[in-house]
């Protein structure tokens, strides 16, 4: 069932999903990073319809959402000062957490590990579907595994109506890239997954903070790592992509230039709003990933302009790079994985 929230909340209809929960369904719901596909946590049925409806690798787990601090200890174990820091600056927010977990969590949600990633979103309406249902909620982003996460509940139907119980709409996400995931090992918090927490953020609350290697690396097979999403595929198009990054700016449109040329003009352009007039592609081809002075809005328009640009059908999709600083870490680290690590850099 589709559900209409864009202008607000309906109480009846949210009765209704979180009792859809409570009966072991699952549901797309919205937070402030990416749009969620949730089921109860402490459900393992429930949990293994998420996997089915995204085709999601079994040994891939997933982020236990739940609604305030006082419902952390219900579920992991905070055993360091760093981790209770790191919990009581970042959450609520686009930040997640892996903690030792009880055993309370079924095995699914962790893929076996004896870790938990635990996140409580700020999003009103997330919150109050997990305090309404009365469970944590065990939601990965919501779109096909591999493809980009779902921001926008149009491109989200089309892949996944048919595999849930309810879709609740309420217009695009604020963030648009998912949490920072952060492990702290030997008292050092270690950045999983970069999001729109930054590592400088997280630095001015406990000091020395890490990025992990296979943030920027591709992963073989038979590596050790420390979050097992790291080695898949990920949000990628159907087309071919490539990064291209330079420290000047000319520089960047020259090469992006010149990469047109060697593909004959069949590219889309993801482009700052700024590059246009001086990027070689008719109109229709350049889609504005936002303003180079605009970070943020960068983020937020990933996703949707990557699934704009493959619907295009174009050779290459070609897409402007960032400073690897602040949020365009987050960023650099979706568009390398999007690209398959094929990237230009000078
Ligand atoms: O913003 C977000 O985090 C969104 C919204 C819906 O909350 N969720 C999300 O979930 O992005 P997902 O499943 O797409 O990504 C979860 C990431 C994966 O890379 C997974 O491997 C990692 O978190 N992860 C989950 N549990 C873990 C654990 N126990 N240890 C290490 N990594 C873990
Ligand atoms: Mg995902």
């Known amino acids: 069932m589709y559900y209409n929230w ?3 909340t309906n109480t009846e209809e949210l009765k209704i999903v979180c009792d859809l929960i409570k009966k072991g369904e699952i549901i797309i719901f919205p937070t402030e990073t990416v749009y969620g596909i949730g089921a109860n946590a402490l459900d393992e049925g429930a949990v293994g319809k998420i996997f089915v409806a995204k085709g999601r690798p079994i040994d891939n787990p997933l982020i236990v959402h739940v609604s305030d601090k006082k419902k952390i200890e219900e579920i992991a174990e905070i055993t360091t000062d760093v981790e209770k820091k790191l919990i009581d600056r970042f959450m609520p927010g686009p930040f997640t957490i892996i903690l030792k977990k009880k055993k309370i969590i079924p095995d699914i949600v ?5 870790t938990v990633a635990v996140r409580i979103p700020s999003n009103v309406i997330a919150r109050g579907i997990i305090s309404l249902s009365g469970v944590p909620i065990a939601a990965p982003s919501a779109n096909i595994s591999g493809r980009p996460s779902g921001t926008n509940i149009e491109d989200i139907r089309k ?29 050092v918090p270690v950045i999983l997954r970069p999001g729109l927490v930054t590592l400088e953020e997280i630095e001015k609350v406990v000091g020395k903070v890490k990025i992990d290697d296979k943030v920027f690396e591709k992963t073989e097979n038979n590596q050790k790592i ?7 595929k990920h949000y990628s198009p159907e087309t071919k992509c490539k990064v291209i990054y330079c420290n000047n700016k000319l520089d960047q449109i020259f090469y992006i230039n010149r990469e047109i040329r060697i593909y004959e003009g069949d590219v ?5 709003k700024e590059h246009r007039e001086k990027i070689s592609v008719p109109e229709e081809r350049y ?7 605009d970070i943020e ?3 937020r328009n990933i996703y949707k302009s990557l699934r704009q640009a493959d619907k295009i059908g174009a050779k290459i999709i070609l897409i402007e790079g960032v400073k690897k600083s602040g949020v365009g870490v987050a960023i650099m680290n979706r568009l390398l994985k999007t690209c398959n690590y094929d990237y230009f850099e000078r």
């Open 6 to 8: 864009k202008d607000k």
């Open 287 to 293: 889609i504005y990933l936002g303003s180079d002075e």
């Open 159 to 187: 892949e996944l109506e048919e595999k849930v119980a309810a879709i609740i709409d309420t217009g695009e996400v604020d963030g648009g890239l998912e949490s920072t995931v952060v492990k702290v090992i030997d008292e």
């Open 268 to 272: 889309v352009v993801l482009g700052f």
């Open 226 to 232: 420390e979050s097992p999403g790291m080695k898949y």
């Open 110 to 114: 962790s893929a076996g590990l004896d």
């Open 297 to 299: 809005e960068i983020a």
